[in-house]
């Protein structure tokens, strides 16, 4: 038990987050207000602007990214690895050169992967990108900065230690695989207006970005316990 709390000290003073970071029940509802202000971007873009992602993709986009990404770089600019060497604007700072960067690397991935190409597709790709980036590189950017040995180590090696980086790693492969299976239906010849890039690819990454929350909910309340009951 000793050697546990030794190593949980330090875990923390080397900017590792560690379990008593954030306990499961403060993630769910950090998580509640990620998801309110997901939902305050579509009723703004419902009632104040007359549009949806059908209707106007860009805007709607727009609005989507603009209105969580604050609110995602609050919370986990609170999360922030070694809060006694960087400060919470830092990390805010550092998590707006990650929102630009996350989205110049999904709009790179989306071409590359047969996103279509054109000036009418422009600012769809921008803006889907950034709201991407927000539910990817965003949180890792917040708490990690520039630290390549824990972006290797919870994207990579996918060895995530403790809920914080349960909160990063498991929504954000969500996102994007959700992503992934929401373009599956754009080929397809049924001529519906969702169809168009990115509209089924944007519901598709909202959705595993949400199961991605979930799961990394389940995952603090049963994979820590039973690493709990190990140590002790």
């Known amino acids: 038990m000793n050697e546990a709390k030794k190593k949980k000290k330090l875990d923390s003073s080397i900017g590792v987050p560690n379990d008593d970071s954030i306990s499961a029940l403060a993630a769910f509802s950090m998580y509640l207000i990620t998801g309110l202000f997901l939902g305050v971007g579509f009723w703004v873009a419902r009632n104040k602007f007359s549009v949806d992602l059908v209707s106007d993709p860009p805007l709607t986009l727009f609005l989507l990214w603009s209105i969580e990404f604050p609110v995602v770089v609050i919370i986990f600019s609170l999360l922030r690895n070694a809060p006694e060497k960087c400060s919470c604007f830092r990390a805010i700072g550092r998590s707006i050169l990650g929102l630009i960067s996350g989205a110049f690397l999904n709009a790179l991935g989306a071409i590359s992967l047969g996103a279509p190409i054109g000036m009418q597709y422009l600012l769809r790709t921008v803006h889907w990108s950034f709201l991407m980036s927000v539910f990817t590189f965003v949180p890792a950017t917040a708490v990690f900065g520039a630290s390549w040995t824990d972006w290797h180590r919870v994207f990579a090696s996918m060895k995530p230690s403790g809920n914080v980086e349960y909160m990063i790693f498991i929504p954000a492969y969500g996102a994007i695989i959700g992503g992934w299976f929401g373009a599956w239906p754009m080929p397809l010849d049924w001529e519906r207006p969702w169809q168009e890039w990115p509209i089924c690819v944007c519901y598709g990454a ?11 909910l389940c995952a603090m309340f049963f994979l820590r316990k039973d690493e709990h009951l190990k140590v002790a």
């Open 206 to 216: 909202i959705g595993g970005y949400i199961v991605g929350q979930i799961v990394s």
